[in-house]
C-alpha cells in the first residue's frame, strides 16, 4: 500500500499496535478489508504489562488463528489466596485448569511482548494488512459525512504523509491522540492508588502455591504470581513517601519479596524490571465521532486487580470489527455502529466497577478494615455460591441493543457470550461459525429456512439432544438463538421460523489467504 505526501485513502486506519491494534487488523483482514496499521515503534515493547487474560478473550485468539501458539507461551492460574498482612491465608479458592464453558482455562498468565509478537507475526501473514512503524501521527480528522484524514510523520526521514480512512481506530493507549482529535476526555471514576510492579526470572523452585497470592492490607497490599517457567511478578502498594527510585536493585526489593523466595540465592534472581503504575479507572466521555473510533486504554482505563485491561480492549476490537465490515460491504446498516459504545461502554462500567470493589475490599478501611478482614474472609466459602463465583470468568452480558434483543421470555441468554461447544470430533462452535452469524437451533430446519440463512450468509449449527449447546439452550428456555460474528447470542426464542427471519443479512467472510493455512489451528479446521 504506497503512500506518499499526497493524499491516499483505505478503508480502515488503526492507530496504534499493541494488542487491540492488531487484533483489529486482522479480524479485518479476515474479512478481506484493508487496513493501514500505524505505530510510534518497529517492534514490540519489550517489558511486560499485562500478564493474565481469561478464556473468553482466549477464545477471541482462537479465532484469531492463535490458540495453540497461545497455549505454548501461557500457564493456566490455580485459582487464589487471600492472605493477612502475615502472609496467613485467609482464603483458598481452587480453579480447574481445564478447558471450561470457552474451550480454554479459565484464567491463563503470559508474558505481553511474546504475547505481543504472536499477534505481530500472525498480522503479517495477511497480505490486506500494512503496517507502518516508527512513525508519530500527529493529527486525525473526523468527518461527520465521509472519510476521515489522518496526518502521520516518519520519525526517521521528517517526511509528512496524509491518508483518508473510511474509518480509523484509534487504539493509541492511555494518552490517546485520536481520543482528543474527537473530543473526547476521560471521565475520572473516583479510584487512584500508585503501586510498585517488579518482575523476576529466575529458574529456582520458589515452592509457592500455584495460583495467585493476593494480600489484603490496607498499608501494603501485594499481589505474587508465576507467569512463567522463570518467571514471577510481583506488584506491592507504595506508601506515600515512596517511588521506584527506592527499588532499582535487587538488593533493595528484597525486603519486600523475600516471603516468596524463601533461601535463594540473591544472585539466581535476575530483576527484568521495576516500574511504578498509577492505577486508575476512568472512561472516555465519547467513544465516536463520525467514523472514527477509540478502543483499548485510549477508550478505558481499568485497574488490575480481576486483570480484564488489556482483555477489554481485545473485546471492543471483537465488537467494532465485525459491524464495521458488514457496513463496507453494504449488507449492514451504518446505524449498528451506534451498538459499538452502547455495548461496548456499559460492559466496561460494569467490569471497572466490580474491579473497584474487590480493590477496596482488600485495600481499604485501615486497622479496622485488616480485623473486618480477617474476621470475615475465612468464612466466605460458607456463603452459597460465592467459591465458584469466585473462579468463574464469565463477564457482565451485554445490555440492550439493536443488535442486543432481550425479550422477556429469553432475557436470560441475549447478550451472553456463547458457549465454545464440542460439536464434533476435535471440533467447537467457534471452527464452524468462522466470523458469520450463525442460528443453533434443537429444531431441525426445513430447506426452505436453510436456504434463507444460506442466502444471508449465516451458518445453521443443530444442538443434538443432551448436547452441550441443547442443554444450553435448555437453560436459557429456548429452542433456538442467533449467535453473532463476536459469538454474542442476539436473541433466543421457541420459533425458529421467526428467528429466520431475523438473522441479519451479511457478508461472510472470504477463504483465509494460503499464506494463514499453514497454522496449527487452519489445519485442525480443515482435517474436521
Known amino acids: 500500500m504506497p503512500l506518499s505526501s499526497e493524499s491516499s485513502r483505505v478503508p480502515v486506519v488503526i492507530v496504534g499496535a499493541g494488542p487491540t491494534g492488531v487484533t483489529a487488523a486482522i479480524l479485518l483482514a479476515q474479512y478481506g478489508i484493508k487496513s493501514l496499521v500505524l505505530d510510534r515503534w518497529d517492534d514490540v515493547y519489550p517489558q511486560p504489562r499485562a500478564v493474565h487474560l481469561d478464556d473468553e478473550v482466549y477464545r477471541i485468539l482462537d479465532r484469531l488463528g492463535l490458540a495453540e501458539s497461545f497455549a505454548a507461551i501461557s500457564r493456566p492460574a490455580r485459582g487464589l489466596q487471600l492472605l493477612d498482612k502475615h502472609l496467613n491465608v485467609l482464603a483458598e479458592f481452587q480453579r480447574d485448569s481445564a478447558p471450561g464453558r470457552q474451550g480454554f482455562p479459565q484464567a491463563n498468565m503470559f508474558d505481553q511482548p511474546e504475547l505481543e509478537s504472536l ?23 473526523p468527518d461527520e459525512s465521509g472519510p476521515a484524514r489522518v496526518l502521520f510523520t516518519d520519525k526517521d526521514t521528517g517526511t509528512e504523509h496524509a491518508v483518508r480512512a473510511d474509518f480509523v481506530l484509534g487504539c493509541d493507549g492511555a494518552n490517546s491522540l485520536v481520543r482528543s482529535d474527537i473530543g473526547a476526555h476521560m471521565d475520572d471514576l473516583r479510584f487512584e492508588q500508585r503501586w510498585l510492579v517488579i518482575d523476576v526470572d529466575t529458574d529456582a523452585d520458589l515452592g509457592q502455591w500455584e495460583g495467585v497470592h493476593q494480600v489484603c492490607d ?109 457496513v463496507l460491504a453494504g449488507t ?18 460494569a467490569l471497572i466497577r466490580l474491579t473497584l470493589a474487590i480493590g477496596w475490599t ?120 442467533i449467535i453473532r460474528p463476536d459469538m454474542t447470542v442476539m436473541r433466543a426464542g421457541r420459533s425458529v421460523a421467526t428467528l429466520c427471519r431475523r438473522v441479519p443479512v451479511f457478508t461472510p467472510p472470504p477463504p483465509p489467504p494460503t499464506s494463514t493455512a499453514d497454522s496449527p489451528e487452519s489445519k485442525r479446521v480443515a482435517d474436521a
Do not use: C
Not at 119 to 141: D, I, P, W, Y
Not at 245 to 264: G, K, N, S, Y
Not at 332 to 349: A, F, G, I, M, N
Open 362 to 481: 482488600m485495600t481499604a478501611g485501615g486497622d479496622i478494615g485488616d480485623l473486618i478482614r480477617r474476621a470475615v474472609v475465612p468464612r466466605l466459602h460458607l456463603l452459597p455460591g460465592l467459591r465458584t463465583r469466585v473462579v468463574d470468568s464469565r463477564t457482565p452480558p451485554l445490555r440492550r441493543s439493536a443488535l442486543v434483543v432481550k425479550t422477556p421470555a429469553f432475557r436470560p441468554l441475549a447478550g451472553t457470550l456463547s458457549p465454545n461447544a464440542v460439536v464434533g470430533p476435535n471440533v467447537r462452535l467457534n471452527d464452524v461459525t468462522s466470523n458469520r452469524f450463525a442460528l443453533v437451533s434443537k429444531a431441525l430446519l426445513d430447506s426452505r429456512e436453510r436456504e434463507m440463512l444460506e442466502r444471508r450468509g449465516a451458518v445453521v449449527v443443530h444442538a443434538d439432544s443432551g448436547s452441550e449447546l441443547a442443554e444450553w439452550l435448555d437453560r436459557g428456555h429456548a429452542t433456538a438463538a
Open 218 to 326: 490496607s498499608t501494603r497490599a501485594a499481589t505474587y504470581m508465576r507467569i512463567g517457567p522463570t518467571r514471577y511478578r510481583w506488584e506491592f502498594r507504595l506508601l506515600d513517601e515512596e517511588s521506584a527510585a527506592d527499588f532499582d536493585a535487587i538488593e533493595r526489593v528484597m525486603p519486600l519479596i523475600t516471603p516468596w523466595v524463601a533461601d535463594t540465592p540473591i544472585d539466581r534472581l535476575d530483576l527484568i524490571r521495576v516500574t511504578e503504575y498509577t492505577f486508575r479507572a476512568q472512561l472516555a466521555s465519547r467513544w465516536r465521532r463520525g467514523n472514527v473510533f477509540i478502543l483499548g486504554d485510549a477508550a478505558h482505563l481499568t485497574p488490575p486487580f480481576i486483570g480484564q485491561g488489556m482483555g477489554a480492549g481485545v473485546r471492543d476490537a471483537m465488537n467494532l470489527t465485525w459491524k464495521i465490515s458488514g
Open 119 to 141: 499477534l505481530r507475526a500472525q498480522m503479517k501473514r495477511h497480505a490486506a494488512v500494512t503496517f507502518r512503524g516508527n512513525v508519530e501521527v500527529t493529527s486525525v480528522s
Open 332 to 349: 449492514l446498516s451504518p446505524t449498528v455502529l451506534d451498538t459499538y459504545e452502547q455495548e461496548r461502554k456499559r460492559h466496561v462500567r
